[in-house]
C-alpha cells in the first residue's frame, strides 16, 4: 500500500476521555487495520483534565502496535517551549508536528497573519528539523477566503512561501467547503503534501433551507476521490489521516468505513 492510513484522534475525543478508554479506542483502531495515529495534541493528548501522560500514552500504543506518525500542537505553545515540544514529541515517536488552527497567536482570517506567521516560523521550524522533526500545518476553510476579489488567500500566503520549512497537512474537506477543488491544491503544494486529511463532504438537507455540508466517511459524500488520491500520490503525499469531526453514526464504524475505502484505492 503506498502510505500510512492513521486514524486522527480528534474523531474519538468523545471516547478517549480517561486512559481505560484510549486503550480500548486503539485496540480497536488496530483490529480495523489502522497502523498510525496522530494525536489532538500534545501533551494533553486527550485534552486539559486527562489522566495520561505523554509516556503512558506511548506505551499505550506500542502496546498494540500503533505507531504515532504526528500530533497536533498550538503555535503559542510549540514556538514559547519548542525544547520541551520535542521531548514529549521525541517519546511519541511522532515525525510531524502539525499547527491545527490559530487561537489567540494572530488574527486567523487576516491575511498579514500568514506572512507574520511565515516569518516568526523559521527558527522553530529549523529547531525542529534539527531534532528530526518537521512542522506542519492543517487548514480550514477561511484560509481559502479572498480578502479583496482577484487578491491573496491566506493560504496563498503559505504555498508560496516556498523557502518556508513548512509541510502543508491539507484537509480536503475544508478546502471543498471553501469552493475549492483539492486536486488543484495539492497540484500546487508538490513536494509539501507528505500528509493530509481525509474525510468526505455530504449535503444534508436542513429544515430551513437548502443542504448544508456535513462530514461524513471517506467515500460516502461527493468529493473526488478518483482525483484527489492520484494527486495527493503525485504531491509525495505518505501518511493518509481519516479525519471526521463529528459523527451521524458510530464513530469506530465511520473510521472502519473510510480505512476500507482508502486501502482498496491505495492497494491500486
Known amino acids: 500500500m503506498a502510505g500510512t492510513l492513521t486514524a486522527q484522534l480528534y474523531t474519538l475525543r468523545h471516547l478517549t476521555v480517561n486512559r481505560t478508554a484510549l486503550a480500548d479506542a486503539l485496540q480497536r483502531l488496530r483490529a480495523i487495520g489502522y497502523a498510525a495515529i496522530e494525536f489532538g495534541g500534545v501533551p494533553a493528548v486527550l485534552g486539559p483534565n486527562a489522566d495520561t501522560t505523554v509516556q503512558e500514552a506511548r506505551k499505550l500504543c506500542d502496546d498494540c502496535g500503533l505507531r504515532c506518525v504526528s500530533a497536533h500542537k498550538r503555535w503559542s505553545e510549540l514556538r514559547s517551549n519548542t525544547a520541551h515540544a520535542i521531548d514529549d514529541l521525541h517519546t511519541l515517536g511522532a515525525r510531524y508536528v502539525v499547527v491545527p488552527i490559530f487561537v489567540d497567536e494572530y488574527d486567523r482570517y487576516a491575511l498579514a497573519s500568514y506572512h507574520q506567521f511565515v516569518t516568526d516560523l523559521a527558527p522553530v521550524a529549523a529547531q525542529l528539523r534539527s531534532a528530526g522533526l518537521t512542522l ?28 518556508a520549512d513548512l509541510a502543508l497537512e491539507l484537509d480536503v474537506y475544508w478546502a471543498a467547503v471553501a469552493g475549492v477543488n483539492p486536486v488543484r491544491v495539492l497540484e500546487r503544494i508538490h ?73 482498496a484505492r491505495l492497494e491500486r
Not at 143 to 152: K, M, Q, V, Y
Open 191 to 263: 513536494g509539501r503534501a507528505p500528509i493530509i486529511h481525509l474525510k468526505d463532504l455530504e449535503p444534508v438537507p436542513e429544515p430551513q433551507g437548502g443542504p448544508n455540508p456535513f462530514y461524513a466517511p471517506v467515500g460516502e459524500g461527493n468529493l473526488d476521490w478518483d482525483g484527489i488520491i492520484p494527486a495527493a500520490k503525485a504531491a509525495g503525499t505518505q501518511i493518509w489521516v481519516v479525519e471526521q469531526d463529528l459523527c451521524r453514526r458510530d464513530a469506530f464504524d465511520c473510521l472502519r468505513s473510510s480505512f476500507e475505502f482508502l486501502k
Open 136 to 163: 506542519g500545518f492543517h487548514n480550514h476553510a477561511y484560509e481559502f477566503t479572498r480578502a479583496s476579489p482577484g487578491g491573496l488567500r491566506p493560504f496563498d500566503v503559505l504555498i508560496e512561501a516556498r523557502d
